[in-house]
């Protein structure tokens, strides 16, 4: 699971990086800071079922605090992106290669209005068009690759597996594809598509294979208020989260120093240590402040990219299903993300080659009844695979 950090420069994305990772990267207030990409680890949170099958779980490729697993997912965040990208301007084509494998796009904009597209400083800036332009620029992208190859695509008698095999390196699939054409009206058959048909065809496409979600960051000033909600107005409340990647990066790393006791995502923090330095007092009872009166939301904008945008669930695959647990005793040990629409054979392969290629069927572990291998998962179900692979 990969989840992109993209935008223009200078709107926040390497704050909201470092405050998801805690990874010290360059941060700086003028454009295109980064250059190589950052790669990071960050965790999503979601309610472990331990509590709900009165077990105690030893969580093993995740952690589990209070009840809460804590399941990682990997970051990457770009260097800004700007108009004419597609074509080479600025960091380029070097930007949407480094977004080639990601599985949904954070796209941050610059709430308070202070920024232009370019990443200048201005007052009044609009951020929604930052939005169509990363959009139009990543369409490009993909309508160049396209046309680089539609040469080859036009003599398959397939077309639609053909353009998945032009475009199975950002992890587009042919189902994707052939939903892509359908939902366009398109001939079958690429053979002939005008330029505006392609157009078409890859900003629907991206929809399934690029899906995004906007942060709305720099919320923490007061001209924000009004752009959040015309963002909001014009993309959709689901489409749309105001955040604060400086407010939240200041909080866990007082946290990673043993200062206060923050949970992400959480409305308050406990201070650890007392008779700090008045600045840093001042600095934590401004941060206090703004908690209480909102959240950061940058958890909830990493939640929401992984389980809404790039529509994932969560599935605990187990080995004995009367004890939840693995060969090793191990309960609930695993917390795997998979995207909705998995199937009990398709799980199996996620774990290994050789119990998908020798799978019998599944076990609900809560029922204890018999699944085929198409059985499609459900969120939060423990399931095991039988198979006939020693």
Request: glycine content about 8%; some cysteine.
């Amino acid at each position: 699971m990969l989840i992109g950090l993209v935008g223009a420069p200078n709107k926040g994305k390497s704050t909201i990086f470092s405050a998801m990772t805690l990874n010290e990267v360059e941060i700086a207030d003028y454009p295109f800071t980064t250059i190589n990409p950052n790669l990071g680890v960050a965790y999503v949170t979601k309610k472990c079922v331990d509590i709900e099958l009165n077990v105690k779980c030893n969580a093993r490729n995740s952690t589990c605090v209070g009840g809460i697993r804590h399941i990682p997912v990997n970051l990457i965040d770009v260097a800004g992106l700007v108009e004419g990208a597609h074509l080479g301007k600025g960091m380029g084509n070097q930007f949407l290669n480094d977004l080639a494998s990601a599985d949904a796009l954070i796209v941050v904009v610059d709430a308070s209005g202070k920024t232009d597209p370019g990443g200048n400083h201005c007052l009044g800036c609009d951020p929604s068009g930052d939005i169509g332009m990363v959009t139009g620029e990543i369409a490009e992208w993909l309508c160049s690759i396209i046309k680089r190859h539609e040469s080859a695509i036009a003599k398959s008698h397939d077309s639609a597996d053909a353009l998945a095999s032009v475009l199975t390196g950002l992890g587009v699939t042919k189902a994707q594809v052939s939903a892509a054409i359908d939902a366009c009206y398109l001939p079958a058959s690429s053979k002939g598509w005008s330029e505006a048909e392609v157009m078409k065809f890859v900003r629907e496409l991206m929809k399934t294979s690029k899906p995004m979600l906007v942060a709305a960051n720099k919320s923490d000033t007061r001209e924000a208020e009004a752009n959040v909600t015309k963002l909001k107005s014009e993309f959709g409340d689901a489409e749309v989260i105001d955040c604060s990647g400086a407010v939240e990066l200041a909080l866990r790393r007082a946290a990673k120093q043993g200062l206060i006791d923050y949970v992400p995502g959480a409305r308050d923090f406990k201070m650890l240590k007392e008779g700090i330095p008045q600045e840093q007092s001042a600095a934590l009872d401004y941060l206090r402040g703004f908690l209480r009166r909102k959240c950061t939301n940058i958890q909830e904008l990493l939640n929401r990219a992984v389980f809404e945008t790039a529509k994932n669930i969560v599935v605990y695959p187990v080995e004995d299903e009367r004890k939840y647990s693995d060969h090793g005793g191990f309960v609930l040990p695993d917390a795997l993300l998979v995207r909705r629409g998995t199937t009990a054979m398709e799980l199996a392969g996620k774990i290994h080659t050789d119990l998908a290629k020798n799978m019998l069927y599944a076990i609900d572990a809560r029922t204890k009844k018999h699944l085929d291998r198409e059985y499609v998962l459900k969120d939060n179900d423990v399931i095991r695979i039988v198979s006939a692979a020693k």
